[in-house]
C-alpha cells in the first residue's frame, strides 16, 4: 500500500505543478500516478482480504486499522480522482481534481498520524 | 515552472472546494433524457449550459456492413445504388472534367504516443467505430470511369498509390494536386489518364505528424486557379495535448499555387473539412467538427462562410464568446474576435462532406443548396448524424432547416451498416457518396429521369 499511497502524494504534488504551470505534462503525470496507485491499490486490497480470512492477521481493534483504512479511502478518492483526470486539460485537474488529490493526501496524514500516536504499527507486516 | 505558494488560504480553499465537489461526484454519470438535438439547426442553435462528467456519455454503432442487396434509404424523388463496392475505407471523392470519378480512400496515420491512460481507452472505442473490415491497401485513389452513364462503371482501377493518408484532391490545369496529411503534393496529369505512375513533388508541407489527431486535409483550388485552401484539423479535442501541438492547426490555409507559399486564411475552426465555393455569393465554405466532451448537447457543430482572417473562436471560445472552461491560458484578446458561425448542424452529428448542388439530375428542391455528409456522433447516447442532409440555399445563404436525404446507414438495431463521409456531384448531376466503413460509393439520382 505504500506504493499506491506514494503515487497519490505524488499526483498531488503534480497536480499543483500543473495548477501552477497549466503544462499539460505535469497533468498527464498525474493521470499515471492515479491510474499506477489504482492498479497497486487493488492488487493490496485484494491480498489485505486473503490474509484477513485466511487469519494472517488478527483482527484487531482500534487504532491498529486507521492506516489501512486511511489507505482504503484515498483509493476510493483516487478512483473518482482518476475519472476527473480522464477530462480534457484545465479542468481535468482544476478545480476538482486537485481537490481529490489533496482530499486523497489529507486522509493519509491523519491516517498515518493517528496509527503513529498510538504507537501501534503492527499492519506494517503485512504490506 | 513557477515557484509553489501554496498558504493556508489556499488550503482552506481547498477543503471548501471538496465539499463542493463531494456533490458534484452525486451527478449520475451520464443522463438518459438527453434533450432533442433537432432544435440545434440554423443561425441560432440553443445552446445548454456545458456539463462535464466524470464518464462522459459515450455510444458507439458496432460496424455491420451492408449486405448484399442491402442499400441506404433515399426521400421520395429519388433513387440510390451503389456506384463501386470493395473499396478500402473511401473518405472523399473528386470529379474529373472528363468524368471520371476520383474515390480516396484512406486510413488515420499511425497512433500517436499514448500520452495518459485515457488514451489506451479511447483507441480501443475508436477501432469499434471504424472497424469496417481490412484497411490493408488502402491510402490510395480509386478511378472510376461510366462511359455511357448507366451508375456502372466501366473501368475501376488503382489510380494512384501509396500515398500517406490522403483526403483532398484538387485539378488545376494539368496539375493534380492530393493534399496528403503532411503535405501538398502536385502530380502530372493528363485528361483521360487512368493511372498515375509519376512521382509527385512536394508543394506545401502541412502539420502531420507525431500526434495528428484530426489528420484529414480536405483542399479546394480557387476558381481562377492561382491558390489553394486546405483545411487543417486542430491536434486535439480542446488543447489536452498542450497548445504547442496546435501551431498552424484548427485553420483554413491558403497556399500560392506558384510558389507553394502559405498563411492561415481563417483560424479558430477546430476541424473543418468539405472546403467548397457556394456558387452563387462565390464565398468559401466549409463544415466544421466542434469539441467533445461538453454534454450531448454541446457543441453543435457547424457548416459556415469563411471569412478571411476571420477567427472562430477554437479553442478558447465555441459560437462566439462562449468561453470554454477547460484552456488554459484564456484568452480574453482572441475571444473577444471569435465570430459566430452561419448555420448549425446540431451537436455530434461530425459533418465531413459539402457539396452545393449545381447539377439538374436531381428535382428542382434540390437546385439551390448543399449537401452535407454526417459521419455520426460518439459523444452523445442517442445517435445523432449517420446521414446525408440538404440545406437549401438562397441568395448564397441557407434558407430552412436540414431535410435528411440518405437515411438508414445506422440500422434499426443501431448497428452501422455505413457512414457517409465526402460527397461529390458526377458529371450528369447525379449526387456521390463516399460510405468509409461501408466500402462503398453510392450514387443518388432522380427517382424519375
Same mark, same amino acid.
Given at each position: 500500500? $505504500?506504493?499506491?499511497? +506514494?503515487?497519490?502524494?505524488? &499526483?498531488? /504534488?503534480?497536480?499543483?505543478?500543473?495548477?501552477?504551470?497549466?503544462?499539460?505534462?505535469? $497533468?498527464?503525470?498525474? +493521470?499515471?500516478?492515479?491510474? &499506477?496507485? /489504482?492498479?497497486?491499490g487493488v492488487l493490496w486490497v485484494i491480498a489485505a482480504l486473503?490474509?484477513?480470512?485466511?487469519?494472517?492477521?488478527?483482527?484487531?481493534?482500534?487504532?491498529?486499522?486507521?492506516?489501512?483504512?486511511?489507505?482504503l479511502v484515498a483509493l476510493v478518492v483516487s478512483f473518482f480522482n482518476a475519472l476527473v483526470h480522464s477530462r480534457d486539460a484545465w479542468t481535468s485537474v482544476v478545480p476538482t481534481g486537485l481537490t481529490l488529490s489533496a482530499i486523497a493526501v489529507v486522509v493519509l496524514l491523519l491516517a498515518g498520524l493517528l496509527g503513529w500516536s498510538t504507537g501501534r504499527s503492527q499492519m506494517e507486516a503485512v504490506e | 515552472m513557477t515557484?509553489?505558494?501554496?498558504?493556508?488560504?489556499?488550503?482552506?480553499?481547498?477543503?471548501?472546494?471538496?465539499?463542493?465537489?463531494?456533490?458534484?461526484?452525486?451527478l449520475p454519470a451520464y443522463s438518459d433524457?438527453?434533450?432533442?438535438?433537432?432544435?440545434?439547426?440554423?443561425?441560432?442553435p440553443t445552446l445548454p449550459e456545458p456539463i462535464q462528467y466524470l464518464v462522459p456519455p459515450m455510444h458507439v454503432a458496432p460496424v455491420v456492413g451492408w449486405k448484399q442487396d442491402e442499400k441506404p434509404t433515399v426521400k421520395k424523388g429519388l433513387q440510390i445504388q451503389a456506384f463501386a463496392k470493395g473499396l478500402k475505407h473511401p473518405r472523399s471523392l473528386y470529379t474529373l472534367p472528363n468524368g471520371d470519378v476520383l474515390v480516396v480512400e484512406s486510413v488515420a496515420p499511425p497512433g500517436a504516443a499514448i500520452k495518459r491512460p485515457k488514451d489506451l481507452i479511447m483507441g480501443w472505442i475508436e477501432s469499434m467505430a471504424t472497424s469496417g473490415g481490412g484497411t490493408e491497401g488502402s491510402n490510395r485513389i480509386t478511378l472510376l470511369r461510366d462511359t455511357n452513364g448507366d451508375?456502372?462503371?466501366?473501368?475501376?482501377?488503382?489510380?494512384?498509390?501509396?500515398?500517406?493518408?490522403?483526403?483532398?484532391?484538387?485539378?488545376?490545369?494539368?496539375d493534380l494536386y492530393v493534399a496528403n496529411t503532411d503535405a501538398i503534393v502536385r502530380y502530372p496529369y493528363t485528361t483521360g489518364d487512368t493511372k498515375i505512375t509519376a512521382p509527385g513533388t512536394v508543394l506545401t508541407p502541412l502539420p502531420g505528424g507525431p500526434i495528428d489527431h484530426?489528420?484529414?486535409?480536405?483542399?479546394?483550388?480557387?476558381?481562377?486557379?492561382?491558390?489553394?485552401?486546405?483545411?487543417?484539423?486542430?491536434?486535439?479535442?480542446?488543447?489536452?495535448n498542450g497548445i504547442q501541438a496546435e501551431k498552424d492547426r484548427a485553420a483554413i490555409w491558403e497556399v500560392d499555387r506558384a510558389t507553394g507559399r502559405s498563411r492561415i486564411f481563417a483560424s479558430g475552426l477546430r476541424n473543418p473539412n468539405g472546403l467548397s465555393w457556394e456558387p452563387q455569393s462565390g464565398a468559401l465554405w466549409a463544415v466544421i467538427n466542434e469539441r467533445d466532451e461538453l454534454g450531448p448537447n454541446l457543441v453543435p457543430d457547424y457548416m459556415t462562410s469563411v471569412k478571411d482572417g476571420a477567427f472562430y473562436g477554437w479553442p478558447y471560445s465555441y459560437y462566439g464568446q462562449h468561453v470554454d472552461p477547460r484552456v488554459m491560458p484564456q484568452r480574453p484578446d482572441l475571444v473577444a474576435k471569435a465570430?459566430?458561425?452561419?448555420?448549425?448542424?446540431?451537436?455530434?452529428?461530425?459533418?465531413?462532406?459539402?457539396?452545393?448542388?449545381?447539377?439538374?439530375?436531381?428535382?428542382?428542391?434540390?437546385?439551390?443548396?448543399?449537401?452535407?455528409?454526417?459521419?455520426?456522433?460518439?459523444?452523445?447516447?442517442?445517435f445523432n448524424g449517420y446521414k446525408v442532409v440538404f440545406v437549401p440555399f438562397n441568395g448564397g445563404h441557407p434558407d430552412g432547416k436540414p431535410q435528411d436525404v440518405v437515411t438508414g446507414f445506422l440500422g434499426n438495431d443501431n448497428k452501422a451498416h455505413g457512414r457517409p463521409v465526402g460527397l461529390a456531384l458526377d458529371k450528369s448531376g447525379a449526387l456521390l457518396i463516399a460510405d468509409d466503413v461501408g466500402n462503398t460509393v453510392?450514387?443518388?439520382?432522380?427517382?424519375?429521369?
Amino acid at each position: 500500500m $505504500a506504493v499506491a499511497n +506514494a503515487c497519490f502524494i505524488g &499526483a498531488l /504534488l503534480t497536480d499543483l505543478t500543473y495548477w501552477r504551470t497549466a503544462e499539460m505534462m505535469w $497533468a498527464d503525470f498525474s +493521470a499515471w500516478l492515479l491510474f &499506477a496507485g /489504482l492498479v497497486v491499490g487493488v492488487l493490496w486490497v485484494i491480498a489485505a482480504l486473503v490474509d484477513l480470512f485466511s487469519g494472517r492477521i488478527s483482527r484487531a481493534r482500534g487504532p491498529v486499522w486507521s492506516y489501512p483504512l486511511g489507505s482504503l479511502v484515498a483509493l476510493v478518492v483516487s478512483f473518482f480522482n482518476a475519472l476527473v483526470h480522464s477530462r480534457d486539460a484545465w479542468t481535468s485537474v482544476v478545480p476538482t481534481g486537485l481537490t481529490l488529490s489533496a482530499i486523497a493526501v489529507v486522509v493519509l496524514l491523519l491516517a498515518g498520524l493517528l496509527g503513529w500516536s498510538t504507537g501501534r504499527s503492527q499492519m506494517e507486516a503485512v504490506e | 515552472m513557477t515557484g509553489f505558494q501554496f498558504s493556508a488560504r489556499h488550503i482552506r480553499c481547498a477543503a471548501g472546494l471538496g465539499l463542493l465537489c463531494g456533490s458534484l461526484l452525486a451527478l449520475p454519470a451520464y443522463s438518459d433524457d438527453e434533450p432533442d438535438p433537432t432544435n440545434q439547426v440554423g443561425p441560432n442553435p440553443t445552446l445548454p449550459e456545458p456539463i462535464q462528467y466524470l464518464v462522459p456519455p459515450m455510444h458507439v454503432a458496432p460496424v455491420v456492413g451492408w449486405k448484399q442487396d442491402e442499400k441506404p434509404t433515399v426521400k421520395k424523388g429519388l433513387q440510390i445504388q451503389a456506384f463501386a463496392k470493395g473499396l478500402k475505407h473511401p473518405r472523399s471523392l473528386y470529379t474529373l472534367p472528363n468524368g471520371d470519378v476520383l474515390v480516396v480512400e484512406s486510413v488515420a496515420p499511425p497512433g500517436a504516443a499514448i500520452k495518459r491512460p485515457k488514451d489506451l481507452i479511447m483507441g480501443w472505442i475508436e477501432s469499434m467505430a471504424t472497424s469496417g473490415g481490412g484497411t490493408e491497401g488502402s491510402n490510395r485513389i480509386t478511378l472510376l470511369r461510366d462511359t455511357n452513364g448507366d451508375g456502372v462503371p466501366d473501368v475501376q482501377d488503382v489510380f494512384l498509390d501509396h500515398l500517406n493518408s490522403p483526403f483532398g484532391v484538387a485539378l488545376v490545369g494539368n496539375d493534380l494536386y492530393v493534399a496528403n496529411t503532411d503535405a501538398i503534393v502536385r502530380y502530372p496529369y493528363t485528361t483521360g489518364d487512368t493511372k498515375i505512375t509519376a512521382p509527385g513533388t512536394v508543394l506545401t508541407p502541412l502539420p502531420g505528424g507525431p500526434i495528428d489527431h484530426h489528420w484529414t486535409k480536405s483542399l479546394v483550388a480557387s476558381p481562377d486557379g492561382s491558390l489553394l485552401y486546405v483545411g487543417v484539423g486542430s491536434n486535439s479535442n480542446i488543447t489536452e495535448n498542450g497548445i504547442q501541438a496546435e501551431k498552424d492547426r484548427a485553420a483554413i490555409w491558403e497556399v500560392d499555387r506558384a510558389t507553394g507559399r502559405s498563411r492561415i486564411f481563417a483560424s479558430g475552426l477546430r476541424n473543418p473539412n468539405g472546403l467548397s465555393w457556394e456558387p452563387q455569393s462565390g464565398a468559401l465554405w466549409a463544415v466544421i467538427n466542434e469539441r467533445d466532451e461538453l454534454g450531448p448537447n454541446l457543441v453543435p457543430d457547424y457548416m459556415t462562410s469563411v471569412k478571411d482572417g476571420a477567427f472562430y473562436g477554437w479553442p478558447y471560445s465555441y459560437y462566439g464568446q462562449h468561453v470554454d472552461p477547460r484552456v488554459m491560458p484564456q484568452r480574453p484578446d482572441l475571444v473577444a474576435k471569435a465570430i459566430p458561425p452561419d448555420y448549425a448542424l446540431s451537436s455530434h452529428v461530425a459533418p465531413l462532406g459539402l457539396a452545393f448542388y449545381t447539377g439538374t439530375n436531381l428535382p428542382q428542391p434540390y437546385r439551390n443548396g448543399a449537401f452535407v455528409g454526417e459521419h455520426g456522433s460518439w459523444n452523445r447516447k442517442q445517435f445523432n448524424g449517420y446521414k446525408v442532409v440538404f440545406v437549401p440555399f438562397n441568395g448564397g445563404h441557407p434558407d430552412g432547416k436540414p431535410q435528411d436525404v440518405v437515411t438508414g446507414f445506422l440500422g434499426n438495431d443501431n448497428k452501422a451498416h455505413g457512414r457517409p463521409v465526402g460527397l461529390a456531384l458526377d458529371k450528369s448531376g447525379a449526387l456521390l457518396i463516399a460510405d468509409d466503413v461501408g466500402n462503398t460509393v453510392w450514387r443518388v439520382t432522380s427517382a424519375s429521369p
